[in-house]
Nanobody, 123 residues
């Protein structure tokens, strides 16, 4: 019933940009904190960014700070991750997620997950 569907991934050159989208169905984004995670080959799932539902405060992993921006559009029930100045280390499968407990609990605070979408940075 609840579905999160990512789009906008693919192949990009180093230094390029991509904007990921995540459309939610069966659940309203305005009731949840929203987050993006990623999993690189042979690595665990990493929290990339999170935005609190109550006041809109945002958090970013140190490796993406000043390059990535998280946002959401309540009217479209869609969340986004703008990714700029991409490098090889950004190659991963990216997941959108929703949680009702804010951002402090990270992975364990997320209730709903998308299936993931690959992003490949290659020359």
């Amino acid at each position: 019933q609840v579905q999160l569907v990512e789009s906008g991934g693919g192949l990009v050159h180093p230094g390029g940009s991509l904007k990921l989208s995540c459309v939610a169905s069966g659940v309203r984004l305005d009731a949840y904190s929203v987050a993006w995670f990623r999993q690189a080959p042979d690595k665990g799932r990493e929290a990339v960014s999170c935005m609190k539902n109550d006041d809109g405060t945002t958090y970013y992993a140190g490796s993406v700070k000043d390059r990535f921006t998280i946002s959401k559009d309540i009217a479209q029930n869609t969340m986004y991750l703008q990714m700029n100045v991409l490098n090889f280390e950004d190659t991963a499968v990216y997941y959108c997620a929703l949680g009702k407990q804010g951002c402090a609990r990270g992975y364990f605070g997320m209730e709903y997950w998308g299936e993931g979408i690959p992003v490949t940075v290659s020359a």
